[in-house]
């Protein structure tokens, strides 16, 4: 395979012009962030928000040139919002930007819950995916958002393909399956190109999936958090009013270290929890009926008790809700009335009960960090 150096990305890139002027943008600066990673390239161009029309076909421009570099398999660049500095004393600049408010986020939006998990592998994905259709099996106008960049998981498990459009070239109009709204980075890139982004790509992506979409009116909006606590957690909590986080975990010991420290973030960041999902709780034999805890049992129930929140219920370990996310079609929407949707709706119905006031949520908290 031909090896792609950053010096025939840089030279393709440079026969880019910005519009209505003689510098490419390699010269002018607005390239930045380039990786290349097994013939993928990604790269981000920091734009003016005011010149967002006009400079979507030159990202575009730039996607080709880069592509047109012999071993290049894959081109992604994004674009992110970076204002030009002013000629101003420190103090002043300082007061510009106190006084600059950032543009509001998901505004139609009535109530934000973030799924997340300390860990990988505990199941929080297919969690999200049956909550959001049991809360639209509820009657409420129900969303959800893949926040997962580097894995995104949700056209599979809500049975999506292709790509959204975006008549406009500004606005992208969400997919839709199983009567909820939904949107993910994995609907605008092939299955299987790494996401190799830094921090400041992440953030970027995830506030355009908010503020460039066109989700419309919805009484829910589940976000699929990705496991950790990283860049996505944070951005999420600051850029949003997240009404509360639903923690996933399994029984055993490890997952649920990691489940803590998932629980303690929101609560740093200012977010209820509103309780914790015991996933693959316990597995049923569907041959003889005998039950066994293959990863332990009560775990998390014993969790929430110390770390003082509520325990919503416990999902078994069933060939069933694996082989619904596989096939696109979650247990819920597969059976609805099976023993397994009725958990789940139990546990959207706590939820609601907590949050689902149907009032507008609160500002977003404001993050510092000593």
Known sequence: MTQVTEAEIFAALKSVKLPNTDHNIIDAGVASGLVIKDGHVQFAME???????????????????????TGVLSVTAVLTAHKPAEQ???????????QQQPKK??????????????????????????????????????????????????????????????PDGKIIIPMEAHGV????????????????WRGPMVMGALEQMMGDVQWGPQDVLVVDMPPGTGDAQLTMAQRVPIAGAVIVSTPQDLSLIDAKKGLNMFRKVEVPVLGIVENMSYFHCPHCGERSDIFSHGGAAQAATQMGVDFLGEIPL?????????????????????????AYRAIAEKIWTK?????????????SFE
Do not use: W
């Open 355 to 367: 949050v689902g006031t149907g009032a507008s949520q609160p500002d977003a908290p404001n993050i």
């Open 88 to 98: 101003q004393a420190p103090q002043q600049q300082q007061q510009a930007q106190q």
């Open 181 to 196: 709204t939904c949107m993910s980075i994995g609907f605008l890139v092939p299955q299987d190109t790494p996401m190799i």
């Open 318 to 342: 069933d060939m069933a809700i694996r082989a619904g996310g596989d096939d696109g079609t979650p247990i819920t929407a597969a059976d609805p009335d099976g023993a397994h949707a009725l």
């Open 105 to 166: 986020l998901l505004p139609q939006v009535g109530t934000i819950i973030a799924v997340a998990s300390g860990k990988g592998g505990v199941g929080k994905s297919t969690t999200s995916a049956n909550l959001a259709v049991a809360f639209r099996q509820m009657g409420l106008r129900t969303a959800m958002l893949d926040a997962d960049i580097y894995g995104p998981s949700l056209p599979t498990m809500m049975g999506i393909s292709g790509r959204p459009s975006s």
């Open 47 to 69: 734009i003016d928000p005011a010149m967002a029309e006009q400079m979507e076909p030159v990202r575009k421009q730039a996607e080709q040139a880069a592509a047109s570099v």
